[in-house]
């Protein structure tokens, strides 16, 4: 996910992140201001044992590191890195570093690119750079100053490593777990001085590996669906089929007779069945009988709605454009022959393996949730409006997640609200566990949104751009949330700011952003997972109108665009060199090439494909990525491999349509996902630098599928005009 909007503080101080958490707040909550919230968030941190290293660090007698993750694990791996980062600067024993989630407090624990404490838009190791590795210096200058004047020594021939200080001259030694009293009396330095890349012996090493493999493989990992408490009851809602539609009434008589039904409840977004039991809870909603008020559901289907958006692009209906990029004299810049190409992209589904869960405990105005929280400070803020109390009144537990794409961080805390409204009705503090079966999930909706480009394009003498009109037709995702005005730049990232466009003379971009009742969401990789592919396609169409090979052809537009595409280049010179670009292939077989900026990384990918049957099969991708400084190597190719998995199964196959507003796919037999069998190898090449890192979980992701429908244009000199590649 991308979209939570970059709220920065001047500087990442305490203060600066609190009121960041406040502002964003009070934008989300109605009837609640920003200077009322800014109230609500000072409280509930009081009790927090911080201890004598900080909030991010915590040190046994045994000599053991515990990190405080901030940030949700959802199988990306970010303990590891931010265990690192810590580990790095503390010298310790990496082999003795572990990872525990953090408390949810935004006062501690806030993203510093959003002001809230929450994870996504790739942006873990971003804004935790600085944050953990200074935290880990501080508390190494600390002992480091303790020992010295354990032994009266100097501090400056005192060295430190894998967990152990020592003195040579005197050839005295002493672990962190020996002098752990002794530094928790030292004043931490306010700036402690960081190592330099040149000297690091951990960052940028495979030996920073996940620490939850183990679990995970043993089964002993602890996710939402593990959660059994004493006394637990569970719960399931009955939706309307249609978004936008509301319960009128309903007859609970069969349901009630179930064994296990405990009660039926109406809230907000539908009908609950709390039980003993998952299944009597589900056999009970199955009694159920809803009749469902849909004056105001939206009842078109995908074909109508599409129908609408190219007339919305063309310029005909009510919605209003909105400029995104502009730039040199339109006026007769298009008169003449011009390219055209039009893209239609679907809706898409998250598909996590875990669906959506969570376990709430209300008691009078203190709540405790436990679950995969991915944007913790919204999901207490929303709590807190539903129960009637604090924001720092609402405990949470934060599992890790099997899997979220973006799914579980959202503005309005839907799954999570549902189970405390249930949790409230049932009081007392008894736990309630919230489940959504995987129909639930694949038709509740918070889609990547349906989406169309138009593109039109005069170019010059030599091929190239001279002037460039786009269009694009989607819905706003965090319109009157997060953003608080103005049109959704998600809808846009990657064609606005595009060096293709800063390579072309004129610019005429527009955006559209109808308003209807199906929810949406960012989607892994977000505006980038429809933006990548309308640029890269449209670029190798016009390469080959110009009868130029594709990379030099992004080579000269590079180029033109100056420093800006230096980036660009280098990847793509990478991934060509490291596929053979230009050399032979089997017949049958094509190489398909992509490169697309987001979150602060350059992807480029090259894609081997052919034909089976009708159906486009991807044998071999070669990634190259510009992410800065790799913290963890591995866990970043584990991402390229996943995020190019990820997307594929999304281009080949993913598509959720709407017939007369009911959702068509419930589950797996009707939402194909791409099988081990299918899946491509993947090399991943990882270019140096001593940049700050930047994204790695969601740059594989968007240009995919690009690279795959430029494989097939070289290899039958057909353009894709609309996703999935396999239809029906």
């Known amino acids: 996910m991308n979209a939570i909007t970059k709220v920065k503080a001047a500087s990442a101080t305490r203060r600066g992140l609190i009121i960041g958490a406040s502002v964003v707040g009070g934008a989300l909550v109605v009837g609640c201001s920003p200077k009322s919230m800014a109230g609500l968030m000072s409280m509930g941190s009081g009790d927090l044992d911080i201890g004598a290293f900080g909030p991010f660090i915590k040190i046994d007698p045994d000599g053991s590191v515990t990190v405080m993750n901030k940030h949700q694990e959802m199988g990306q791996g970010n303990h590891a890195g931010l265990a690192a980062l810590v580990a790095e600067e503390l010298d310790a024993d990496w082999d003795k570093v572990k990872v525990v989630p953090s408390a949810a407090n935004a006062k501690l624990y806030a993203n510093t690119l959003f002001g809230v404490q929450g994870t996504g838009g790739s942006t873990a190791m971003a804004n935790s750079w600085l944050q953990y590795r200074r935290a880990g210096a501080a508390a190494r200058a600390m002992f480091v100053q303790a020992a010295g004047a354990r032994w009266n020594v100097p501090v ?25 009293a002794e530094a928790a009396k030292v004043t931490p330095p306010q700036s402690p001085r960081l190592k330099r890349h040149a000297d690091f012996s951990l960052i940028g090493t495979r030996r920073v590996a996940r620490k939850d493999t183990p679990a995970k493989s043993t089964g002993t990992a602890r996710y939402t669906q593990d959660v059994h408490l004493p006394d637990m009851l569970t719960a399931v809602v009955a939706h309307p089929p249609r978004f936008g539609g509301k319960p009128a009434s309903f007859d609970d008589s069969a349901t009630r007779q179930v064994p296990g039904v405990v009660d039926v409840v109406k809230i907000p977004t539908g009908v609950a069945v709390i039980a003993q039991s998952t299944y009597a809870a589900r056999m009970g909603r199955d009694a159920l009988k809803v009749t469902w008020n849909d004056d105001k559901a939206e009842k078109r289907s995908s074909d109508v709605m599409l129908a609408d958006y190219h007339r919305i692009a063309a310029g005909q209906g009510d919605v209003k454009a909105q400029v995104f990029e502009t730039k040199g004299d339109a006026t007769g810049a298009f008169d003449g022959p011009l390219f055209n190409a039009a893209y239609d992209f679907p809706y898409l589904a998250h598909a996590t393996m875990e669906p959506m869960n969570c376990v709430a405990q209300v008691d009078g105005n203190r709540v405790k949730l436990t679950f995969a929280s991915q944007i913790q400070t919204l999901d207490q803020i929303n709590t807190a409006m539903v129960v009637g109390t604090l924001p720092g009144a609402v405990e949470i537990e934060t599992l890790p997640a099997g899997g979220s794409f ?8 839907d799954y999570v ?12 503090g008894r736990p309630v566990k919230l489940v959504w079966t995987r129909e639930d999930d694949m038709t509740g909706g918070l889609y990547r949104p349906l989406t169309h480009h138009l593109v039109s394009i005069r170019t010059n003498a030599d091929g190239y751009p001279a002037a460039w009109r786009h269009r694009v037709v989607t819905q706003s995702i965090s319109k009157g949330s997060l953003t608080g005005g103005g049109f959704d730049e998600t809808t846009v990232e990657g064609v606005k700011g595009s060096v293709y466009l800063a390579a072309t003379p004129v610019v005429d971009a527009q955006v559209y952003e109808p308003e209807f009742p199906v ?6 990789s977000v505006g980038a997972t429809h933006t990548a592919f309308a640029m890269e396609h449209t670029i190798d169409q016009l390469a080959r109108k110009a009868g130029k090979d594709p990379a030099d052809y992004r080579r000269a537009l590079y180029t033109r665009a100056g420093r800006s595409a230096d980036r660009h280049r280098a990847v ?15 017949s049958g077989t094509a190489r398909g090439v992509a490169v697309h900026e987001s979150f602060g990384s350059v992807v480029a990918q090259v894609a081997e494909v052919t034909m089976k049957g009708n159906e486009p099969r991807v044998g071999r991708v070669v990634c190259a990525i510009d992410c800065g400084t790799a913290i963890a190597p591995d866990l970043i190719a584990a991402q390229m491999e996943g995020g190019v998995c990820y997307g594929l199964s999304a281009a080949l196959f993913g598509k959720i349509t709407l017939k007369d507003g009911v959702v068509e796919q419930t589950n797996f037999d009707a939402y194909r996902v791409l099988r081990m069998n299918e899946a491509p190898t993947v090399e991943t090449y990882i270019l140096a630098s001593t940049n700050p890192p930047t994204g790695a979980g969601e740059p ?5 599928a690009a690279a795959v429908a430029n494989a097939l244009l070289a290899l039958n000199g057909t353009p894709t005009s609309s996703l999935p590649f396999v239809k029906g």
């Open 156 to 180: 400056s021939d005192i060295t430190v490593q894998n967990g152990v200080l020592a003195h040579g001259p005197s050839g005295r030694f002493a672990s962190f777990g020996d002098l752990i």
């Open 406 to 413: 973006g799914r579980r961080g959202n503005n309005h805390s």
């Open 700 to 704: 594989g992701t968007p240009v995919i």
């Open 417 to 428: 609200v549902e189970a405390v409204h249930i949790a409230k009705h049932v009081g007392g």
């Open 519 to 524: 929810t949406v969401l960012w989607w892994r």
């Open 572 to 586: 793509l010179d990478l991934a060509c060199e490291k596929a053979g670009w230009g050399q032979p292939l089997p």
